[in-house]
């Protein structure tokens, strides 16, 4: 089992910067896969991006692709999404995930396939 807790966001205008991080606890973290979704209000939680065990594997939306960047070090159990051209429709919750078994890219998309999460972070971004 392990414990997520995101920190980072905030509030930042049209074409900045954000690094989110997601700390996990246990001795394992380095055998989960982890990924980063994000729920705006009134939509439904989207995927953002996956990382697998070694970081040697990344998927990303289409929206983030090219903007956003995911990274692990598996020595401090963190997980961070550095965030870049930040644009107003980025406003969300972001959440971070764990997930036990790697998959397709199309599952990996699929929140249902993670077995654990953190409480979120906001993010705003102000045009």
């Known amino acids: 089992q392990v414990q997520l807790v995101e920190s980072g966001g905030g509030a930042v205008q049209a074409g900045g910067s954000l690094r989110l991080s997601c700390a996990g606890s246990?001795?394992?973290?380095?055998?989960?896969?982890m990924g980063w979704f994000r729920q705006a209000p009134g939509k439904e939680r989207e995927f953002v991006t996956v990382i697998s065990w070694t970081g040697g594997t990344t998927y990303y939306a289409d929206s983030v692709k090219g903007r956003f960047t995911i990274s692990r070090d598996n020595t401090k159990n963190t997980v961070s999404l550095h965030m870049n051209n930040l644009k107003p429709e980025d406003t969300a919750v972001y959440y971070c995930a764990a997930a036990v078994r790697w998959n397709s890219a199309t599952k990996l998309m699929e929140g249902a396939e993670y077995d654990y999460w953190g409480q979120g972070t906001q993010v705003t971004v102000s045009s």
């Open positions: 246990g001795r394992t973290f380095s055998s989960y896969i």
